[in-house]
Nanobody
Framework: QVQLVESGGGVVQAGGSRRLSCAAS????????MGWFRQAPGKEREFVAA????????SYADSVKGRFTISRDNAKNTVYLQMNSLKPEDTAIYYC????????????WGQGTQVTVSS
């Protein structure tokens, strides 16, 4: 089992940047595919980005491609989401999650961190 704790949320102006972190407990962090998801008020939770266990493969939602970068440091049991050129529509609660496989269900979730982009 792995426990996930997100941090780095806050209020940022449109066009600005923010880096989210997700710290994981447990010795098997490097075995997991890690993902970032977000949920805006009144909307369904949506996929943002994912990274393979080695960091060699990444995937992004079209809405964030070219602006967001997912990365991981397995030595620190941490996955990051660098968000640049933020837009008001990026406002949401951001969650990190862990999956045993690239295409499998995300089994473990953090509590989320709020990102608010002001115009």
């Amino acid at each position: 089992q792995v426990q996930l704790v997100e941090s780095g949320g806050g209020v940022v102006q449109a066009g600005g940047s923010r880096r989210l972190s997700c710290a994981a407990s447990g010795r098997t962090f490097s075995s997991y595919t890690m993902g970032w998801f977000r949920q805006a008020p009144g909307k369904e939770r949506e996929f943002v980005a994912a990274i393979s266990w080695s960091g060699g493969v990444t995937s992004y939602a079209d809405s964030v491609k070219g602006r967001f970068t997912i990365s991981r440091d397995n030595a620190k049991n941490t996955v990051y989401l660098q968000m640049n050129s933020l837009k008001p529509e990026d406002t949401a609660i951001y969650y990190c999650a862990a999956s045993w496989t690239w295409s499998g269900a995300y089994k473990y979730w953090g509590q989320g961190t709020q990102v608010t982009v002001s115009s």
